[in-house]
């Protein structure tokens, strides 16, 4: 669906992008990471046209983003960080417009507007000015306009931006509708967001890809050591000591109190198999184990792991 080659892109003497390759399969939600300055927003602007490429190549549906744009144009929508709204004007006005912009034949506009505001929850505020709504219903009509003409690409930046838990909630579910007709690339750094939605994740960095794959594979891929949740009955500082003493253990986090009962994350060194002597340790101390399971890196372990903590240029 989205095909993006050797694409390069410079401002002066600054490299933005550097020879980046990825695809977006059909009906697919990919994550699109990376730290502030990566190349991101500058890749999303490719991809839909509002700047080129200093070299490379950028297909949406088979057409030349390049040589095709108007074809290209009409199969995206885009929801960027500050969405594109005239505050003036009411949530039906707007709409409108967008949809005159996007050529919606006359007859169609009505149910258009309908659909789209039916599908972001936005009805109750069709008649309001946009500057008179809060962040986000502004964020939400951004992405109604996004979703005027039924493009069958969807880039959105920052999508829940200004948005309560439970409008978050909503529009992750959102999303997943939307994934049974549209491609989606959704940018973001709530990154529980992303692993919550998304089918795979790009993580770039210094303007080069750094890893692309599934949460789940990145996951496996990049755990050199076992990381395992702990629940115990015990004093707290007591059980920490033994676990963090016992051969191989690495490292011991404290994650929470349940009642009585203290939850541990502990990290063994690859090739080491702990358990067996934490298990002793503990029956030796009285101090029964409730729950004891592995854990898998999180998408800001493999996040933080990727691009090395290391702060990169923002972008010009």
């Known amino acids: 669906m989205i095909e993006i080659q050797n694409l390069s892109k410079r401002f002066g003497k600054i490299q933005a992008v550097k020879n980046i390759s990825f695809t977006v399969n059909k009906g697919e939600i990919l994550g699109f990471l990376g730290p502030n300055g990566a190349g991101k927003t500058t890749t999303m602007n490719i991809i839909t046209g509002f700047i080129g490429s200093t070299t490379g190549s950028v297909k949406v549906c088979g057409f030349d983003v390049l040589e095709q744009p108007q074809e290209v144009k009409k199969r995206i ?10 505050f003036d004007m009411t949530v039906n006005e707007f709409l409108r417009f967008v949809c005159e912009l996007k050529s919606v034949e006359h007859a169609k506009i009505k149910a258009m507007i309908d659909t789209v505001c039916e599908l972001v929850k936005i009805t109750t505020v069709r008649k309001r000015l946009i500057k008179n709504l809060s962040k986000g219903f502004k964020q939400r009509v951004g992405l109604a306009q996004a979703l005027v003409g039924d493009p069958e690409v969807l880039i959105l930046d920052e999508p829940t931006v200004g948005l309560d838990p439970t409008q978050i909630i909503e529009m992750r579910k959102l999303i997943r509708q939307l994934s049974k007709k549209h491609t989606i690339i959704l940018s973001s750094h709530i990154l529980s967001e992303v692993s ?86 503990l029956a030796k101390a009285g101090y029964p184990i409730l729950e004891l399971k592995p854990m898998g890196l999180s998408l800001e372990d493999i996040f933080l792991s990727v691009v090395n903590e290391n702060p990169v240029e923002e972008e010009k």
């Open 77 to 86: 929508g885009y929801l960027p960080e500050q969405p594109p709204l005239y």
């Open 196 to 281: 919550a939605v998304c089918d795979r994740v790009v993580i770039i960095n210094h303007g080069e890809i750094a890893a692309v794959d599934t949460p789940e594979n990145l996951s496996k891929a990049m755990n050199t050591t076992g990381k395992f949740s702990i629940l115990v009955a015990g004093p707290k500082n007591s059980v920490s000591n033994l676990i963090r003493n016992v051969n191989g253990v690495r490292k011991v986090e404290f994650l929470m109190q349940k009642g009585d009962h203290f939850e541990f994350a502990f990290e063994i060194e690859q090739g080491v198999d702990a358990r067996k002597p934490i298990f002793f340790e």
